[in-house]
């Protein structure tokens, strides 16, 4: 997944393989029992070496967004999705109060 994001803030990289590197490395966390604030930890800790912070998911002085807003926003949201079941639940919960 480093490579996809250092490929893409190079200006080079393809959003499908970062989508792809993106729900295989979540898949390996999830594996390995990682909780999801785990996971989305060590996801903005990947994306910020790569030179994206939080603050590129605010728009602009002009209201328009830049190309590392839709990144951050968009690996973040591809790792949720990968990390929980069809169910929307994480591993190994119910998804029920009893």
């Known amino acids: 997944m ?3 994001l250092n490929a893409i ?3 080079e990289g393809s959003r499908l393989n970062l989508q792809l590197a993106a ?3 979540v898949v390996e966390l999830r594996q390995a029992n990682q909780p999801p604030e785990q996971m989305l930890l060590q996801i903005k800790e990947l994306l910020a070496e ?3 912070r939080p603050t590129y998911a605010a728009p602009r002085d002009d209201g328009a967004s830049g ?3 839709a990144v ?3 690996v973040i949201a591809w790792s949720i ?3 929980y079941d069809s169910d929307g639940h994480a591993p190994g919960t119910t998804g ?3």
């Open 72 to 74: 951050y926003r968009d």
């Open 67 to 69: 190309d590392g807003a």
């Open 96 to 98: 029920t109060n009893e």
């Open 9 to 11: 803030a190079g200006g």
């Open 23 to 25: 729900q295989n490395f």
């Open 2 to 4: 480093r490579d996809e």
């Open 81 to 83: 999705r990968a990390y």
């Open 50 to 52: 790569a030179g994206m």
